[in-house]
């Protein structure tokens, strides 16, 4: 069975900065890719970073700059470094990853920007 579990959302204020966690576990043969999404609160769901598995990363214009996606130690974790935040990037964050070649969602973490 193969989990996808995100972690670190919270409250910050604009201008802060979070860092999200995204880890795959279970019986993981190959990731082709990984990235992350974000759904406000009566909006759809929206393209935010993506990392490919050669390592190149990718991101939305709204966040170019702002948000960083790196994995680091952990093969099958990444993450998103979010500074510079603002309260317009208020939404439940999600990661989802291409395993085995099927598409994994986690359950989404929680980013609310406001002072």
């Known amino acids: 069975q193969v989990q996808v579990v995100e972690s670190g959302g919270g409250l910050v204020q604009p201008g802060g900065s979070l860092r999200l966690s995204c880890a795959a576990s279970?019986?993981?043969?190959?990731?082709?890719?990984m990235g992350w999404y974000r759904q406000a609160l009566g909006k759809e769901r929206e393209f935010v970073a993506g990392?490919?598995?050669?390592?190149?990363?990718y991101y939305a214009d709204s966040v170019k700059g702002r948000f960083t996606m790196f994995r680091h130690n952990a093969e099958n974790t990444v993450y998103l470094q979010m500074n510079s935040l603002k309260p317009e990037d208020t939404a439940v964050y999600y990661c989802?990853?291409?395993?085995?070649?099927?598409?994994?969602w986690g359950q989404g973490t929680q980013v609310t920007v406001s002072s």
């Open positions: 989802n990853a291409d395993i085995n070649g099927a598409s994994y």
């Open positions: 990392r490919r598995s050669g390592g190149s990363t």
């Open positions: 279970g019986s993981i043969f190959s990731i082709n890719g």
